[in-house]
């Protein structure tokens, strides 16, 4: 069999820090495939170029994130160019036979066309809804910049072979909005490692004193929610309980929200870790009594699986979240869903969980069984290689 060989091009994260891109690329390569992937520098990944778990990786320099038409602009101009440098480098001292796509931002097609007429072919790796994502940040679905992300979206889907879909919102998207054959639509959940999501005992000194104990891990965005877990906090504090608060993972608004937590006087039972190292990252959710997904509710997160909320169940952690349609689907009995963008519900439905331990157990226990049974990354990883053996056979 000849060598396949695929380069996977993600802009807004590097790698191996993206956790789907990075599973992804390990899991075709302990397959057979060759693989390669283009991505940004990030914290801890400068290198420009290296070979890692049989991936080779090649990573360029990008401007800090985009505000405005302005700032997007050369932020997307900026990557496309030096994605379409290192993509010829990578053609001609590797090889490639298929272009993968993972967005935001969906223009990376535009990458693939230049490599066309060698018979490449494009997949797209949908990991977020570009249109939604936008009137989320930005409060409206309207305008040129909001018109501009529909517009690249079914350009995207125009031009890829088939494409990967997280979830099946995001593939009644592509095949209603997008126009996409269903036959070429496959949904690939990031399903956790289990490998990585290792159940350990808790580290008692994080709590710093206090009874009990609420995690969340995530991007820390403005658009992730966590005012509403401050809030939360605020009122079980005024309430009188002993409860500390654990926010690991870093982000663009990552000062802004320590600085609200400050104002809310809240730093002696918040504390904020950045961006941690995977060690650490467990030590705290395995001290948690409870996790939280504090996403508010709009078309964006109402459609899309958070990672987080996986990572949590591996972890047997009981949950409370918004009621979102595809947080709903993961967690299933695994959560308590407080109504929807309100703080005041979301703290007495985590209070309920703190006072009854029993509750906590059984229902982390399901969240467990779920992942294990369903969800890993062991058993959705087979829709990538299904997805590729049948397109290698088709060409």
Not at 127 to 150: N, R, T, V
Not at 155 to 174: D, L, P, R
Request: with cysteine.
């Amino acid at each position: 069999m000849q060598q396949r060989k695929i380069l996977i091009v993600v802009e807004n994260l590097s790698v191996p820090f993206d956790t789907r891109v990075w599973q992804e690329a390990t899991t075709l390569a302990e397959n057979g495939y060759t693989v390669s992937v283009i991505c940004p520098k990030g914290k801890g990944y400068s290198e420009d170029e290296e070979l890692l778990d049989g991936v080779h990786i090649f990573r360029h320099n990008l401007p800090a994130e985009g505000n405005g038409a302005i700032g997007y602009l050369k932020e997307y101009y900026t990557a496309l160019r030096e994605e379409i440098r290192l993509a010829q480098k990578i053609y001609n001292e590797i090889g490639f036979d298929v272009i993968q796509g993972c967005n935001p931002p969906d223009d990376i097609y535009l990458v693939a066309k230049k490599f066309k007429k060698y018979g490449v072919k494009y997949v797209f790796d949908h990991h977020d809804i570009c249109p939604e994502l936008f009137e989320a940040k930005f409060g409206h679905s309207s305008g040129p910049l909001y018109w501009s992300q529909l517009f690249f979206e079914r350009q995207t889907y125009k031009h890829c072979a088939f494409a990967f879909v997280t979830n099946e919102s995001y593939k009644k998207i592509a095949i209603e909005r997008d126009k996409m054959n269903p036959e070429k639509v496959i949904v690939l959940r990031s399903g956790p490692k289990l490998e990585r999501m290792k159940i350990q005992p808790p580290v008692e000194s994080i709590k710093r004193g206090y009874q009990y104990m609420v995690g969340y891990l995530g991007v820390i965005g403005q658009q992730e929610g966590i005012e509403y877990l401050l809030e939360a906090a605020k009122i079980i504090k005024q309430r009188g309980y002993s409860v500390f608060w654990g926010v690991v993972g870093g982000g663009p608004h990552l000062e802004a929200l320590k600085k609200q937590a400050h104002e809310m006087q809240l730093d002696d039972c918040v504390e904020f870790t950045g961006r941690v190292p995977d060690e650490t990252m467990l030590e705290y959710l395995n001290t948690a009594d409870v996790c939280v997904n504090c996403d508010k509710y709009n078309s964006m997160n109402d459609k899309s699986t958070m990672n987080k909320i996986l990572e949590y169940m591996a972890l047997a952690k009981p949950i409370v979240q918004f009621d979102l349609t595809e947080g709903r689907y993961s967690a299933r009995e695994a959560s308590l869903y407080a109504r929807n963008n309100d703080a005041e519900d979301m703290a007495r439905k985590i209070l309920e969980l703190l006072e009854d331990p029993e509750r906590r157990k059984q229902m982390g226990e399901y969240g467990r069984k779920r992942v294990v049974n369903e969800l890993s990354w062991e058993h959705t990883s087979k829709a990538l290689l299904e997805g590729y053996e049948r397109f290698f056979e088709n060409l």
